[in-house]
């Protein structure tokens, strides 16, 4: 057995000092070891996209194939530090007011590519909406309620920005 060694993470803007395994993925030190369970353990491969989280750069990246040793010294954010000062991010309210939240196990990783997206192209077209979720997969609503949400949550990011978008609602 490979000892564990202390790795440095901060995760929704809180530090953590965390003893990992070589083989310890970031899914399982969010889900196991934080015990912030909005991150979701699906397919570990990498395949279906419900454990996405972002890096301190913003980018989406796949928590069940990435380890927890590539990120020490990093930050990540879960969905759990999307909102701030109990306000939802406009990105989650545009999914529940578009009935983009079905059973939740998809819908936080489909927030986080989403966010991912916002997060390094604020103003995306329809292509880039339908690229960034491509790798996400949902069984209860298809994409169609989920991309209508991404797109208004752009507008509504936009209007209270006074900025215009490229990406159309619906």
Known sequence: ?????????TVNGDHHDIAVGPTETLNQVIRDGLRLTGTKRGCTSGSCGVCTVNDERGRAILSCITLAVECDGRSITTVEGVERDGKLHPLQQAFLELGAVQCGVCTPGLIM???GLLNTNPNPDQRAI???LAGAICRCTGHIKVKMAVAHAI??????????THGQPG
Not at 1 to 9: A, D, G, R, T, W
Not at 155 to 164: D, K, R
Request: net charge negative; aromatic share 0%.
């Open 1 to 9: 057995m490979s000892p564990k060694q202390i790795i440095h993470l």
């Open 113 to 115: 590519s989403a966010m």
């Open 130 to 132: 339908d690229e960034a």
């Open 155 to 164: 507008q509504q990011i936009a209007a209270s920005a006074g900025t215009e």
